[in-house]
Structure formats: C-alpha cells, structure tokens
C-alpha cells in the first residue's frame, strides 16, 4: 500500500482536500489502486529544502505589526544661562569646584561693573547667595583678590565696606560720540 507523506506548515481541511485528492488521482493514474493510498498530513516544524534552495518558515503565528517608532525629539533649544543665578545643586555642595568659583568671581564682577559699587551683602542678594553659609567668607576673599588687582576700592569698616569699581562702568553714554568728518578741498 502506497503512502504519502506531506509535511508542511499549517493547512486548512480544504487545502489538505485538494491536496489529498491531487496526490491520490496522480497515483491512480499512475496505476496504483485508488482505494489502496494513503496520504498524511503532518506539521513542519523544520527547514525544508526545495528545487529551489533551502526554505526557512517563518512562525506559524500570525505576525504582529512592529511597534510604532517613537517620534523624533524636539529640536534642541539653547537657551542662555540664567543672568546671575548660579544652580541650586550649587549652593548646597559642601566644596565648589575651581571652575564654580571662577564663574560666581565673573558674575560678581559683573554685578561690580554694573552697580558701581557694592557691600557683601548686597552682593550675596545680587548673586542669590543668601542661604548659603560659606557665601560671606568666599565673597570676602573675591574683593580681597579684586581689591590686589586693583579694579575695586575698599571704603568703610566692618558692616559698612563697601567696594567701589575703579574700572569702566557699563553704563549708558549720557553725550553723543562726536563724528569726525574729512573735509573735500576743491582745486
């Protein structure tokens, strides 16, 4: 008795029908008798080789949609720093790095150029230094090293000092800047 066997990955009943009824007439015609064959049906779960090459299938699960792709990020915005704000994270460390303080040493500069003249309080307030307990002494030591270079005058005493810019201010022109003109002589 002659049997068939199919291997295959997941086939409907009509399918298999059509198959079977293929395979059996092919048979029948071939002269075995059609009552005589047998035909099975079974899964592949393997690679197959064909005419063609070898044939890997794919999982017999219905594939599922790839997940959206997330959307690309907003376009980066580059915001300047805060004017005379240093970071909070700044303010509570117990040791600024030697870049921090040259920063917090330009901005109070600034502030010094600015107002003219300033107290340190004044300076803690303009430089968002209240809270801080080591603020005092650091600023103590920036006028100190501005006052060696020579760009800030020491005025009072104790709770009255106060430290006046010798620098260029920037303030606002209050006369207009004289144009020079080159006069055409005629010959």
């Known amino acids: 008795m002659p049997s068939v066997h199919i291997k295959s990955p997941r086939l409907s009943t009509d399918q298999k029908k059509r198959i079977g009824d293929r395979v059996i007439s092919a048979l029948h015609s071939a002269g ?11 899964r592949e779960d393997a690679d197959l080789l064909l005419d063609g090459g070898l044939l890997f299938e794919v999982d017999a699960k219905p594939m599922e949609a790839p997940p959206p792709e997330p959307p690309p990020p907003p376009p980066a915005v580059f915001l300047p720093p805060p004017p005379l704000e240093p970071a909070a994270d700044f303010k509570q460390k117990p040791r600024r790095s030697k870049g921090e303080l040259l920063d917090l040493k330009a901005q109070l500069v600034k502030t010094l150029q600015l107002q003219g003249a300033l107290s340190s309080f004044q300076a803690q307030e303009e430089l ?10 650091t600023l103590r030591r920036f006028f100190s090293e501005l006052e060696e270079e020579g760009v800030v005058i020491k005025q009072g005493q104790k709770r009255g000092t106060r430290y006046v810019w010798k620098g260029t201010t920037h303030q606002a022109r209050t006369t207009p800047v004289a144009k020079l003109v080159k006069r055409v002589e005629e010959e």
């Open 32 to 42: 075995f008798a059609s009552g005589s064959v047998v035909v099975f049906f079974e």
């Open 128 to 137: 968002g230094l209240k809270t801080c307990d080591w603020a005092p002494a």
